[in-house]
């Protein structure tokens, strides 16, 4: 069993005594440490699927399981909880504090951890993130990149075992957008985190163990990023639009030149350069 195991999970919500579903008998197993990159178009379940990873939802049917744990354990969920973060879109609604230490250290207060430890973890967060300069600052003061790194380490110091980031790159700029990746990315490397970044940007999943697309509500394809984004009428399928290389490449073998499967700039541009 992986750290999460989702088994023929369904959930539906209702509305004007009108039932959507969410997700559809979804089955679905991410091992510990991997770096999974969820995708998906507006309404395709990633964040009923994000929400049910962490105990907000419970499935209507079928099973999830944190490390082996039964979301539907009541007992349990709160446990479930500190095992794993999540982060939303916007940092300025998880951000409780006026002083960044503070907002680091509300989450492990609520958890009971003794006071030595939280400032132990507080610094840790927070150069987890490579913003231990801002400690004393306001978050308020903050690019939407920073806000978001310590919307991270805010996280981070509760120590979860899984990360998931839902849609946390959707407000930013090219920058901050790229500050929240390397963070992400370092903390799965260097800390063996297992990270589920759920995005709609194509190009921040080439480097990911595994891509998931979702379509509504059920899985289109999953697999290795060259695996996924070889299968172009699926990706078209799901409402979605391939890595700016592999579409490009893909362009260009439909004029007639020899040009493989690409993922990113630089392997395009060493393929076109290739080319006699």
Known sequence: MGIIELKN????????????????????????G????????????????????????????GDVFINGINTKEKERIFEIRTKVGLVFQNPDNQMVASI????LAFGPENLGIPRDEIIKRVDWALDAVKMSEYRSGTPYKLSGGQK???????ILAMLPEILILDEATAMLDPRGRAEVMETAKRLNKENKMTVIHITHYMDEAIDADEVIVLNDGEIAIQGSPEFVFGHPEIIKEAGLELPTATKVAGL????GFDIPLVLRDEELAEAVCQLR
């Open 9 to 32: 999970v369904s959930f539906d919500y209702e509305s004007d005594n009108t039932l959507s579903r969410g997700v559809k008998n979804l089955s679905l197993t991410i091992e510990k």
């Open 34 to 61: 991997s770096f999974v990159v969820l995708l998906g178009h507006n309404g395709s379940g990633k964040s009923t699927l994000a929400k049910l990873l962490n105990g907000f939802l419970l499935p209507g049917e």
């Open 100 to 103: 960044i230490e503070d907002d």
């Open 148 to 154: 978001q790194r310590i919307a991270i380490a805010a």
């Open 252 to 255: 260009l073998r439909e004029k």
